[in-house]
């Protein structure tokens, strides 16, 4: 039986979510257990310390048009209503799980369009890379065939093509989003604000993107006896779509046999193998991931500046470590995996256990951020608990 304390407590969450599902009855809304519990999730529940912190939404709110999200906002805006926008469901840093009771999931999967000019693309949320053309997209995640571009935008970083082109926030140009505050339209650097922000800073609606004009990719894998010559030769390669500087015991989980360090490079019509674009992501570009799902271990992540790498000899018997090259904002570092061990090493921390933004984007995109929370959300209802200003 439960105490009588418990009771009101649960009395009351009902009553309030009652209360948020009659203010959406206009819209497309969902409140049955199910799905509820499907929305209280995402990829993000492959860290345990992340799964532990969601909540289940009061409601999932399905928006298709742009007066929807203006009409949702009105209500967010009068009866403080704390929403989570959600594209896909694919990000694992938790950027689509509730951390609030009482908060109301929104699905842009369905807001789709775009169009496209010779040097760019515009899209609403919804649209997924493959209705576009993955050849187009200058930078795409590893998650790709089955996320969205407003996804990616608001919640996503590095992947193929970030060491030749740049993070997602050095290929979006403009953005419309809708804040508490209203709507607001961002171009330039204005729209390190919002983008990979995770819905913390409002509702992208549309965004418009670089293009580029990809060719075929072949992959070619080059052995070195030592990290020293391996660094050299990989820090030469920018021109690269994708790298990694793999040990021998990563290689090994792979799948591979090698020696102590192999040098993983991906390159428009460059030598090498053909290799089916899926298995890019999966046996390359996104290899941490595949092998954490497989072998259910530990892992964790550095961003290291280039002079870092040489000191990731001391670990190379005692992780798996996958080092893949990229650029942020015109520089080129290491977004650096380790895998099944606990390792000592200084750098940039990009907490692969933690839903905060703050504990993920350089400093001078994470104050963007935080100015522009302040001055149209500062009540934190967009997604609340998940940028700390």
């Not at 969902?30 to 499907?38: G, H, P, S, V």
């Not at 209503?81 to 990000?91: C, D, F, L, S």
């Not at 775009?114 to 187009?136: A, C, N, Q, R, W």
């Not at 418009?208 to 060719?215: D, M």
């Amino acid at each position: 039986m439960r105490n009588p304390e418990k009771n009101i407590i649960y009395f009351k969450l009902e009553q309030s979510m009652n209360r948020i599902v009659e203010l959406l009855k206009d819209f497309d809304v969902k409140d049955d257990y199910e799905t509820l519990q499907k929305y209280s999730v995402d990829y993000g529940i492959m860290s345990k310390s992340i799964e532990s912190k969601r909540k289940l939404p009061s409601a999932v709110v399905f928006l298709k048009k742009n007066d929807e999200v203006e009409r949702l906002m009105e209500i967010v805006r009068e009866y403080h209503v704390p929403i989570v926008e959600r594209g896909k469901g694919t990000n694992t840093l938790g950027g689509a799980i509730p951390l609030k009771e009482n908060s109301v999931v929104v699905d842009l999967s369905r807001m789709k369009g775009y169009s496209t000019e010779e040097d760019s693309i515009v899209s609403l949320p919804g649209t997924e890379f493959d209705e576009v053309g993955i050849e187009k997209f200058p930078v795409l995640p590893t998650s790709f065939y089955m996320a969205s571009i407003g996804g990616f935008v608001s919640g996503g970083s590095l992947g193929l093509g970030s060491l030749k082109n740049g993070a997602i926030w050095d290929n979006v140009t403009w953005v419309e989003v809708y804040t508490p505050s209203g709507r607001k339209e961002l171009k330039g650097d204005e729209v390190k604000a919002v983008v990979q922000a995770g819905g913390t800073n409002g509702i992208i609606t549309k965004m418009k993107l670089k293009s580029v004009k990809r060719g075929k990719i072949r992959v070619r894998r080059t052995q070195f006896s030592s990290l020293e010559k391996a660094v050299d030769y990989a820090v030469n390669q920018d021109g690269a779509e994708f790298l990694s500087i793999r040990n021998k015991k990563m290689m090994s989980a792979m799948g591979y046999q090698s020696e102590n360090w192999t040098v993983i490079v991906g390159e428009e019509e460059g030598g090498g193998e053909d290799v089916v674009f899926r298995d890019l992501i999966t046996n390359f570009a996104g290899a941490y991931y595949t092998v954490v799902n497989k072998m259910k271990v530990s892992y964790a992540s550095l961003d290291l500046p280039l002079y870092k790498l040489y000191e990731l000899n001391e670990l190379k018997d005692e992780c798996m470590v996958d080092a893949e090259l990229s650029k942020s904002q015109g520089i080129m570092f290491s977004h650096t995996y380790f895998l099944d061990c606990n390792f000592k090493l200084e750098g940039y921390k990009f907490d692969l256990h933690s839903v905060l933004i703050n504990d993920r984007a350089e400093k001078d995109r994470l104050s963007k951020m935080i100015e522009f929370k302040r001055k149209y959300d500062p009540e934190d209802l967009m997604n609340p608990g998940k940028l700390m200003f």
